[in-house]
Every structure is written in C-alpha cells, then in structure tokens.
C-alpha cells in the first residue's frame, strides 16, 4: 500500500533549508526552526529527509552544486588570472546579494571541511592549469596560492556577515589579486 501523497513541494522545502542552515549554523537551526522555514510538519520532514544531520547533508551538497557550476564556468575563462577575478567577483555580489543570507553556507560552517577542501583542489587545478597553458610563471606556488585563495573567499564571507558591503568585499578581491603572478612576458 503506498503512503500518502507528499503535500508539499520537496524542492522547495530544500531550498528553505539551504536558506535556513545559511543564516543560523547547523547548531543554531532546531527542528522546529527547520519546520518553519520549510513549511512542512516534523513527521513530513522526518519522512522527506530523514533526520536533521540527513537534511543538512542533502542541503549543503546542493548548494555545493550550485557554487561549483559558478566555480567552474570561471574556470573555463582562458587564463587563471581571469578565472579568479570571476570567482572573486561572483563571491563578492553573491555574499552581498539581498535576496539571500550574507556571506556563504559552505565557507562559514564548520561542518563543511570536505567541501572546502573540493573547493581548494578545483582552485589549485586551474591554477596548475595556468602554469601548465603558460598564463602564470612556472614558478608559481600554486599550493599556497589555492590555500590563499580559499582563506580570502572565507574572509570575504565573513566581512559579508558582519554587514560588509559589495565595495568592501570587492576591495578585498582586488588586493587580494595583488598575490596573483602577472602573466609572463612572451618572447617578441
């Protein structure tokens, strides 16, 4: 015999809980914050999703997906120093976009280790990419420049939640392009 019917928008209720993970932490959102957000009942969260750490696992890899297909379209630009102006650029409207909580899901919340470390590989490989296409020195460290990288886009987020602006956040991005090897000179 199957169950009832759903009532509810699945999609859209995961969407609510990105926001509502986003905003107060894992530890901060409660059962109950969840149920609000979402507009569903315990039972119906509990059936949909499991239990909250089920919810939160679904959600954040969600909006994973949605931060790499941003991260890897500014890959795609032909140079590394252009694909980080790009993902530096987007960090900055996106963490300061009014229609969303400030600053970044992925960035902020200690649970997110894995993800973070997803996000410094995809940073070092176009980096090495750059290397390799001969758009940044040979030289470069590009280790340490990924792990920078990751560290300013955090600081970013953060600047975003204690109510930086989009100047203040791009202000950021443009010293922090300042660590980013000029493209070699090409032999006339």
């Not at 959102?29 to 089920?54: C, E, N, Q, W």
């Not at 970044?104 to 649970?111: F, K, N, Q, S």
Request: a negative charge; proline letters at 7%; hydrophobic letters at 45%.
């Amino acid at each position: 015999m199957a169950g009832r019917p759903r009532s509810f928008d699945r999609d859209a209720a995961l969407a609510a809980a990105v926001e509502q993970f986003w905003r107060d932490g894992y530890d901060a959102t409660s059962i109950a914050t969840l149920t609000a957000a979402m507009g569903v009942s315990p039972p119906s969260l509990y059936s949909a999703f499991g239990d909250k750490h089920r919810l939160f696992e679904e959600a954040s890899a969600a909006y994973f997906r949605l931060t790499c297909e941003g991260l890897d379209a500014a890959a795609e630009l032909p140079t590394a120093r252009e694909a980080v102006v790009r993902i530096l650029d987007d960090t900055a409207h996106a963490h300061t976009d009014a229609a969303t909580p400030p600053g970044c899901l992925m960035l902020t919340e200690p649970r997110l280790t894995g993800q973070r470390q997803e996000l410094h590989q995809r940073l070092l490989d176009r980096l090495e990419r750059g290397v390799r296409d001969g758009d940044l020195p040979p030289a470069t460290n590009t280790e340490p420049l990924a792990a920078f990288l990751v560290a300013v886009l955090r600081g970013m987020s953060g600047c975003a939640r204690d109510g930086g602006t989009l100047e203040d956040l791009q202000a950021i991005a443009a010293t922090a392009m300042a660590a980013i090897p000029a493209q070699p000179e090409k032999p006339a």
